[in-house]
């Protein structure tokens, strides 16, 4: 055997070796210690129901799509401050984040109320996200949070809801003159409609609802779709359920991180923080499909509440005692006028498309399933 044809099977078995250790080593990473996950504390404004659980859904999506390199820690309603004060927590690094809606801060700027409790131009919620995402809303609600309010915030919009029913009442509603004097639960600028109305308007959370009316201290109110409302037990309180309102017609989740913190991790961080919140905000809209519906059947037939569409002339009235309010903060805020100037060219534009481009679909419906 010669020398060059032992080099040569000297070559070839060692750098099969090399090649066979190289495919090992792309196939199988070394094994380090893995680093220490990056934790976030985020306080809910909700202590249990169906809101809660779309939190966590939130949650789990950041926790899962990060593989264990970051995670939120959710704490419920009132864990570290109370809901009022969450945003001003986050802002000061008390909290790293929130899971809220715009009109819990309502009281620091009317504008608030804009991004989830303002007047319905002819559009639903997810339609106001699509204004904020890509039609000039974002831009906007930044320049409240940072030019305006000084606050060192970072926010994310996820989950559309479907237009609030306008509640829950001791007597069937006909016509707007019986609002007149009723003692009212709702949340932001709607509170200003309702007490255009001639209501006198108290503003609850969520959990004091249900006791305020049965003790008598409200005579009527409103939270927010079935499911929460039957979970509150309000079927105990009224039987009469009013679907349908402009009073808050177009809301959704809001997320807040503390924008110092925010900016401190690494890119991959922040663009889940970010996705996550529009992946949960897709789920969030269908699964409200499957339970609103099926707990407005409970509440019909278990619990025998009265299900009324509210009346057309009461709807009619809320237009026109929004036009009173926003015309009113117009006058006196002109950063009011200027984000409301830009929603209404927005849903001007987009609704000429989309509401002239959607079919009759209450019309198929009663095409297979009857009048309802």
Not at 49 to 77: C, P, T, W
Not at 152 to 168: E, I, K, N, R, T
Not at 186 to 206: F, H, I, K, N, R
Not at 332 to 348: C, R
Request: aromatic share 10%; net charge neutral.
């Amino acid at each position: 055997m010669t020398e060059s044809t032992t080099s040569r099977r000297k070559f070839l078995t060692t750098g099969a070796a090399a090649i066979a250790g190289g495919a090992a080593a792309a196939s199988f990473p070394s094994v380090s210690v893995a680093a220490k996950p990056v934790v976030l504390k985020v306080q809910a404004a909700w202590g249990g129901g169906i809101f809660l659980e779309f939190a966590q859904d939130y949650v789990d999506r950041v926790n899962k799509m990060s593989g264990g390199s970051l995670k939120i820690d959710l704490l419920g309603v009132g864990a570290v401050v109370k809901t009022a004060e969450m945003q001003t927590a986050v802002h000061k690094g008390v909290l790293d984040g929130a899971h809220l809606v715009t009109a819990y801060w309502y009281s620091k700027s009317p504008v608030a109320s804009l991004f989830g409790t303002g007047p319905c131009f002819g559009w639903s919620a997810n339609e106001l996200m699509g204004w904020v995402q890509h039609g000039g809303g974002k831009a906007l609600y930044y320049e409240l949070m940072h030019d305006k309010l000084r606050l060192d915030l970072v926010g994310f919009f996820s989950g559309p809801m479907p237009a609030q029913p306008l509640g829950w009442f001791k007597e069937e509603i006909k016509g707007s003159d019986q609002m007149k004097g009723l003692k009212y639960r709702t949340v932001g600028l709607a509170a200003d409609v309702l007490q255009e109305m001639g209501m006198s308007v108290v503003q609850l959370p969520g959990g004091e609802i249900q006791p305020a009316m049965k003790s008598g201290l409200i005579d009527a109110a409103e939270f927010n779709n079935p499911t929460s409302d039957k979970d509150f037990g309000m079927q105990d309180v009224s039987k009469h359920y009013h679907l349908g309102s402009f009073h808050q017609s177009q809301e959704c989740f809001e997320i807040i991180f503390n924008k110092t913190l925010y900016e401190k991790l690494n890119p991959e961080h922040q663009a889940i923080l970010e996705y996550a919140s529009e992946a949960a905000s897709a789920d969030m809209a269908w699964k409200a499909m499957e339970r609103y519906s099926q707990d407005l059947v409970t509440l019909k037939e278990k619990h025998g509440v009265n299900v009324i569409r509210t009346p057309d002339s009461v709807m009619q009235d809320q237009l026109n005692a929004w036009d009173i309010v926003a015309k009113r903060i117009s006058d006196s805020d002109p950063f009011f006028k200027k984000v409301l100037d830009s929603q209404k060219a927005w849903a001007k534009r987009h609704g000429a498309y989309a509401l002239n481009n959607s079919p009759n679909y209450r019309g198929a419906y009663e095409h297979y399933f009857g009048k309802m």
